[in-house]
Each structure stands twice: as C-alpha cells, then as structure tokens.
C-alpha cells in the first residue's frame, strides 16, 4: 500500500508559479511510475505528467510544466510556471505500478491517488 500526501497549492495570480510536493510512503517509491493529474469544477479529470525512466507531458502543457522525482526523498513534483486562470483546479498525483500495456495518461491505469491539492490562478 502506498500513501500519497500532495502539498503546494494555493491562490497565484496569472502569470505565476507554484510547486506542487507529492511525498509518498513506502520503500518502493523508485519502483513507481508517477503522474500528476487535474480536475477542474465540472470537468473531467485530465492528465497532465508522468515520470518513471523518462517523462511525459500532456500537449496543451507546451513546456509551462515541469515533472520531476527525488527517489531518496520519496516525492514528486510539479513545477508550473506562467499559470493561467484554465490551470485553475485540484492537482492529484498518482502511484502506478509496472505493468506491460499499461498507459501512461489514464486514470485508470493507476493504482494509488493523493487527496489532492488546490490551484486558483486568478486572472
């Protein structure tokens, strides 16, 4: 069982950064493949990026987001530079487990959720 705590929401104006800590339990966390997901009011959930041996990036990101994982620290993160007020929603991470033909930007192709962390970009 992995447990996942998200940290580093909150309220930027347009235009802004923030950096978003996903800190997981468990002494497999190099094992993981780690995502980053959003969901915004009304919305379905979207992907956003993924890390394990190499990265991935939703194309609407166009480079404004930064995924990256310190395995000696158990945590991944998200760098997101030149917020917009579309970016505005609740960030989750997710665990993923190795498994042939899994993907990479379902939701459904991973195993473990955070609760979840808030961003407001306010314009």
């Known amino acids: 069982q992995v447990q996942l705590v998200e940290s580093g929401g909150g309220l930027v104006q347009a235009g802004g950064s923030l950096r978003l800590s996903c800190v997981a339990s468990?002494?497999?966390?190099?094992?993981?493949?780690m995502g980053w997901f959003r969901q915004a009011p009304g919305k379905e959930r979207e992907f956003v990026a993924h890390i394990r041996w190499t990265v991935y990036y939703a194309d609407w990101v166009k480079a404004r987001f930064t995924i990256s994982r310190d395995n000696a620290k158990n945590a991944v993160y998200l760098q997101m530079n030149s917020l917009k007020p579309e970016d505005t929603a609740t960030y989750y991470c997710?665990?993923?487990?190795?498994?042939?033909?899994?993907?990479?930007?379902?939701?459904?192709?991973?195993?473990?959720w955070g609760q979840g962390t808030q961003v407001t970009v306010s314009s």
């Open positions: 468990g002494r497999t966390f190099s094992s993981y493949g």
């Open positions: 997710a665990a993923q487990t190795f498994k042939l033909g899994r993907g990479i930007s379902n939701g459904d192709d991973y195993d473990y």
